[in-house]
């Protein structure tokens, strides 16, 4: 079972950057898809971009134009690459992998929070 740390969050001012990193142990890192949720206060869980082991990318809309994700196989790493950030953007951000959509892998999170 591949096991997940995440880092890179903190405290920024909005319209800054932020980049995320998930690396994972385990072996077989690159047969994994891969994902970026976030959970904001008092909100549910949501997917914000993943890229899958055969590199089908998809980021949900709200953030396409501001966020990017990348992984490197040879690293066992994801990123998330996060611009102009909003106060909307305030969550703990959790990297998860999977085999064929199901994420069973989770991270601890890291905390993002942009203030106004």
């Known amino acids: 079972q591949v096991q997940l740390a995440e880092s890179g969050g903190g405290l920024v001012q909005a319209g800054g950057s932020l980049r995320l990193s998930c690396a994972a142990s385990?072996?077989?890192?690159?047969?994994?898809?891969m994902a970026w949720y976030r959970q904001a206060p008092g909100k549910e869980r949501e997917l914000v971009a993943s890229f899958s082991s055969g590199n089908n990318i998809y980021v949900v809309d709200s953030v396409k134009d501001r966020f990017t994700i990348d992984r490197d196989n040879a690293k066992n790493t994801i990123y998330l690459q996060m611009n102009s950030l909003e106060p909307e953007d305030t969550a703990v951000y959790y990297c998860?992998?999977?085999?064929?959509?199901?994420?069973?892998?989770w991270g601890q999170g890291t905390r993002v929070t942009v203030s106004s």
């Open positions: 998860a992998a999977g085999r064929f959509g199901n994420y069973g892998a």
């Open positions: 385990g072996r077989f890192f690159n047969t994994y898809d």
